[in-house]
């Protein structure tokens, strides 16, 4: 070919990237063997598995296959590695991280060439991409390493972590793995995916070559059965974090419920890929091609629904294709290739099977007219148009180059349709006009937004999902706090103990901050309030009777007003002697429907400012506390406590809504500035309605520590209130009532606290729940939250001092009432 004919053609040469290298590499070292505690071991099976270059089909090296015994090696290795590596300063664990970093930097191109031979994703894409964000999130959390001690004072790290991470981007996803674990003082164990084990193997060499401690890091390959479950259960591991697909993240919730072990999923996605009319429609062809044929569309927040306003979709998809037509599809070690091999047949043929499925649901199916390599496993870039949003390819994630598009009307309805599935990963908006987008990114379900732009990640800015795409973040730093414990906790495990009487606890008046005056209200009986006293009337005769109290009874808490139980029954309230005080409604299944509905319906209190909720707030303490010394004699007649602590427990939860009240507005989100021209949202969002199931210990500071936080920031609730002394929340009701608080915000459902707490926990509209009660009820909820993987907040059967404010209140309360969105907004022409 000549120079005029290439101007002609504009057709790239070949660009090759030399395997030899790599190649070389693997064959000084196979077959490989389990990196535990800083040496190359052979698997205690003997057997070992073939890794295949997926380009080819053909088998590239072999891997040890781990098995149990080789997890229990690990395990113990990380333990005793935690022993020094968990109280080794800062500065010095970041040392060791910018080490990692450098190295990797240093291993760059070997690094590239065997993730392209081992995973079939484009050289341009590992060389360019993977390889310098995982660098970069190791020197990110070098920082992290060297600040822990000033940023998060109070912390400790959780221990030893098992790590089980997928084939997409096999190196990255480690390093989102280790570089948080290990700066935060822990050690792991961590399992790559069966497909794509040999960066994670050079990257044991570079730990060995650094001079990482032993145990500090371990690998161990093989496959989901013998290696991934065996960590998931061993006892001895206190974290596990997975990415993965959403029913494996499943069965990990309910492998792990009850256990203590802390859990942070990142799971799947079918991310919307909002298009509106004023975009600039060439730009938006490159962010298709970005957010679809990237990685082979093999990526957890790939853009696989394009929703397209309906007056510019039939040019959008005409350039698509055209475009589509010019995409080169080849070895993935050749530098002007755009898209690489599948990872797997197994996965090819996953793919092919829900194309055939859209094609059979009526939709209809376009590929560009060149033909795929026959050799390896390979898979053409597939638009879908004219696609219902119900149909499987429209819900389902299908983790290959296939798109499927729809049409939307207005803004509203693009939000509807974004929203239409049970994931929240990710959401691309497309549009010139930065008002329309800033309108609809909070509006979208979804854990990154990215403003005219897509698929760009950074160590600063957290990762992660909402609803059936998991929880919990990597990077930034709330992605630290998946790696860590308040000390405080740790201490109390260590005890281990389940049921402490409250004055085990120390009450202090300084516990409840600035405590006020006491202004001690009459002594019980004695005061201007004698609604629920007999009292003695003269009649006009000149009798005198003896007046029956007035029934008291409380009903329900449920959109605002008081209703009473569907059951139609009620139980007794006890006081410590036995005797019985009162009676609440014994709230049902249906009850808690209601109050889920109601609470939804109440969403709009997200939106509404924060200085609005802080008013409320303090609104209600002011009317909390007109009537302390009748809280006060409740909970002494509830719990049989002295007077003195009743109004201790009442004034901490009059400071506690002041507290929040204070932080509604001030806990807020940040914006980073990742390298790139541009800023990042990071924004922190009420999650929807959440479940919580209140303490015995305290009967109205645990209602007002956890209600409180949660309402401050957007969230709307249903509590169940403590089981034993449950007349502190219902008395709130009043309180509630003449606070400004709108209908549906806070709903109370009395009862029994494990069956309402499981109807809670299996409900698909509650988005998180929060238990504080006893260890099996804590598994109950956590197993149950598995059927939407709901967030949960348990103790475990292991009850905090509320009245301690480091324990009962402050920035764990408003992290768990969040989840943060971080919404990336390009500048510049
Ligand atoms: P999986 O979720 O099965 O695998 C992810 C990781 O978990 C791998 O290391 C796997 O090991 C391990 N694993 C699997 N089962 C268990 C288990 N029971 N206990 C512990 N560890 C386990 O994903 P697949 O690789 O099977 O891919 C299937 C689908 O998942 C894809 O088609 C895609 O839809 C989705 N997916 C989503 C990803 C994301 O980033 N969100 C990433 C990868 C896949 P092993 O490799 O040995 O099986």
Redesign the pocket.
């Known amino acids: 070919m000549n120079i005029t004919e290439i101007f002609e053609t504009m057709d790239y040469g070949p660009a090759p990237e030399s395997p030899t290298p790599a190649l070389a590499w693997i064959k000084e070292r196979q077959p490989f063997g389990l990196f535990i505690n800083g040496q190359w071991v052979k698997p205690a099976s003997g057997q070992y598995l073939d890794s295949v270059n997926p380009s080819t089909g053909k088998p590239l090296t072999q891997v040890a296959a781990a098995n149990s015994e080789d997890v229990n090696a690990a395990v113990t290795a990380a333990r005793t590695a935690f022993e020094t590596w968990g109280k080794t300063p800062g500065h010095v664990r970041a040392r060791y991280m910018y080490a990692i970093a450098r190295h990797i930097q240093k291993h760059s191109r070997l690094l590239a060439v065997l993730e392209s031979l081992d995973n079939g994703k484009p050289i341009r894409e590992t060389r360019d991409i993977d390889i310098p964000l995982v660098a970069r999130h190791f020197y990110y959390h070098a920082g992290w390493a060297q600040l822990m001690a000033s940023e998060l004072p109070g912390y400790e790290p959780v221990g030893v972590v098992g790590q089980?991470?997928?084939?997409?981007f096999p190196l990255l996803m480690l390093a989102w793995k280790i570089a948080p674990a290990l700066a935060m003082g822990n050690t792991v164990v961590l399992?790559?995916?069966?497909?794509t084990p040999l960066t994670a193997l050079k990257f044991a060499e570079i730990v060995q070559e650094i001079g990482l401690p032993p145990g500090v890091v371990n690998i161990l390959t093989?496959?989901?059965?013998q290696v991934?479950?065996a960590?998931?259960r061993h006892p001895d591991v206190n974290k596990i974090a997975?990415?993965?697909?959403t029913d494996?993240g499943r069965?990990?919730r309910r492998a792990t419920a009850g256990s203590g072990k802390k859990l942070s999923l990142?799971?799947?996605?079918k991310s919307p890929f909002i298009v509106f009319d004023d975009a600039d429609l060439d730009s938006v062809v490159e962010g298709v091609v970005d957010a679809i044929w990237f990685n082979q569309g093999q990526v957890?927040c790939a853009g696989s629904r394009l929703l397209v306003q309906e007056d510019v979709a039939e040019r959008l998809i005409a350039k698509l294709r055209a475009r589509m037509e010019k995409l080169r599809i080849g070895d993935p070690l050749d530098k002007a290739v755009d898209i690489g091999a599948i990872v797997s047949s197994a996965?090819l043929k996953?793919i092919q099977r829900l194309v055939e499925q859209g094609v059979d649901e009526g939709a209809e199916m376009w590929q560009p007219s060149w033909a795929c390599p026959t050799e390896g496993y390979f898979f053409p870039p597939t638009l879908f148009t004219n696609v219902s949003p119900a149909t499987t390819i429209a819900q389902v994630?299908i983790?290959g180059p296939v798109l499927v598009s729809m049409t939307f009307r207005t803004p509203a309805e693009a939000v509807a349709l974004a929203n239409n599935t049970r994931y929240g990963l990710a959401a691309s908006v497309w549009s010139e006009n930065i008002n329309l987008a800033l309108d609809v990114a909070p509006k979208l379900k979804a854990g990154t937004v990215w403003v005219n732009c897509t698929n760009l990640f950074d160590a600063s800015s957290g990762f992660g999902g909402y609803r059936e795409s998991g929880f919990g973040r990597e990077g930034g730093k709330e992605g630290l706090y998946e790696y860590v414990r308040p000390a405080w906790e740790t201490a109390l495990r260590a005890t281990a103990r389940v049921a402490p009487t409250i004055h085990e606890w120390d009450v202090q008046p300084s516990m409840v901050g600035a405590r006020l005056a006491p202004a001690l209200g009459p002594a019980p009986g004695k005061d201007e309030d004698t609604h629920d006293h007999a009292g003695v009337s003269d009649f006009s005769n000149g009798s005198r009777i003896a007046l029956p109290a007035i029934d008291r009874t409380p009903k329900m808490f449920i959109n605002g007003k008081q209703v009473r139980p569907d059951s139609g029954y009620s139980r007794d309230v006890y006081d410590p002697a036995g005797r019985v005080i009162g009676q609440v409604g014994e709230g049902n299944r249906k009850d808690v429907r209601n109050a889920v509905e109601a609470a939804h319906a109440a969403s709009g209190w997200a939106s509404s400012t924060t200085h609005n909720r802080a008013q409320i707030l303090y609104y209600i303490a002011e009317n909390l506390s007109v009537r302390e010394g009748e809280f006060a004699r409740r909970i002494v007649q509830q719990t049989g406590r002295s007077q003195a602590d009743a109004i201790t427990e009442v004034q901490a939860a009059i400071s506690r809504l002041f507290s929040y009240a204070a932080w509604a507005d001030k806990f807020e989100g940040v914006v980073h500035r990742p390298p790139l021209r541009g800023v990042v949202l990071a924004m922190k969002e009420a999650i929807g309605v959440i479940g919580m199931v209140c303490p015995d210990e305290y009967p109205l500071l645990g209602f007002v520590s956890l209600a409180a936080p949660a309402i401050a920031m957007g969230n709307t609730v249903v509590v169940v209130p403590s089981q034993q002394s449950p007349l502190s929340a219902t008395d709130c009701y009043q309180v509630l009532e003449t606070s400004d608080l709108p209908d549906g915000v806070v709903n109370i459902v009395t009862g029994d606290r494990d069956m309402l707490s499981q109807v809670l926990a299996d409900h698909d509209d509650v988005e998180a729940m929060w238990y504080f009660g006893s260890a099996e009820g804590c598994k109950r909820v956590e197993l149950a939250s598995a059927s939407n993987m709901k967030r949960t907040w348990v103790n475990y059967g292991h009850p905090r001092n509320w009245l301690d404010p480091i324990q009962g209140e402050g920035e764990e309360f408003l992290r768990e009432s969040t989840q943060v969105k971080n919404i990336w907004v390009p500048y510049g022409d």
């Not at 990142?266 to 996605?269: C, D, N, S, V």
């Open positions: 089980i991470i997928p084939w997409n399992k790559p995916a069966r497909y093989g496959e989901a059965s991934g479950e960590l998931v997975f990415t993965g697909s494996v069965s990990l990142e799971l799947g996605g957890c996965q996953e994630e983790f």
